[in-house]
């Protein structure tokens, strides 16, 4: 585990901006104290909201990175409600604090999947490794769904290419329209002007191959002696 919070600590000190954190907590000391926490470890606190929907709105205006969020707030919505609009409108992770919770309470915030659970009190070091893991996860998470993104856009694409030479491809050497044919000798004349035989020209537009044969009125025509075509 030391080795990994190495790791994630040293590649977020390696962007150019810390990550910001809106904190949901009803208690304003208990909120300015975990403002003072989060700013020594390195994290930039975009806000405060002291209750739900206000958690809401600063989601929304201030798009965070990761939402602290107390689950017990005062007024009519309390976190576990404000958790599941935010996951819903936002997609942006969050984690309960709380300092003690019922079981009722505690299974409707896992329905919301957050991405850690915080008993207050905590250490730094709790906090500090609960916030690197969730920032992880949700960074994973991200490149995971813009690769099932591009994945999937790139196969519509392939199909469309597939289909259009198919298409193509059955219009390749396919006669179609109409063809200007002789009326004496049968020449055939092709798109460009030019005039060819009858059998050059289905040739070159379609898949047909030519074997050469003698049909009965010719045969008696040019070889009367011959019986080619016995009845």
């Not at 962007?15 to 930039?44: H, P």
């Not at 690769?147 to 519509?156: K, T």
């Not at 898949?207 to 016995?230: G, I, M, Q, R, S």
Request: charged content about 30%; proline content about 3%.
């Amino acid at each position: 585990m030391v080795d990994t919070l190495t790791d994630i600590n040293a590649e977020r000190c390696n962007t150019q901006q810390a990550n910001s954190i809106l904190i949901v907590e009803d208690e304003s000391i208990i909120a300015m104290e975990l403002s003072a926490r989060l700013q020594k470890l390195g994290y930039n606190v975009v806000g405060i909201a002291q209750n739900g929907l206000e958690a809401i709105a600063k989601t929304d205006e201030l798009q965070p990175d990761l939402v602290l969020m107390d689950i017990y707030l005062k007024g009519e919505m309390d976190g576990v409600e404000a958790t599941t609009t935010i996951k819903e409108k936002f997609a942006i992770p969050v984690i309960y604090l709380t300092a003690n919770t019922d079981e009722q309470t505690f299974q409707r915030a896992k329905v919301t999947e957050p991405y850690g659970y915080l008993l207050k009190p905590f250490e730094e070091r709790e906090l500090h490794t609960a916030i690197e893991i969730a920032l992880y996860r949700a960074t994973a998470e991200r490149k995971l769904a813009q690769y099932r993104q591009d994945l999937e856009e790139s196969l519509v694409e392939r199909d469309l290419l597939i289909g259009k030479l198919q298409d193509a491809l059955a219009k390749v050497k396919t006669l179609s329209g109409l063809v200007p044919i002789c009326a004496a000798c049968k020449s055939v004349r092709d798109d460009k002007g030019y005039w060819e035989q009858i059998e050059s020209f289905i040739k070159n537009h379609s898949e047909a191959e030519f074997t050469h044969l003698v049909c009965p009125k010719c045969a008696k025509k040019l070889y009367p002696d011959l019986n080619l075509y016995p009845d």
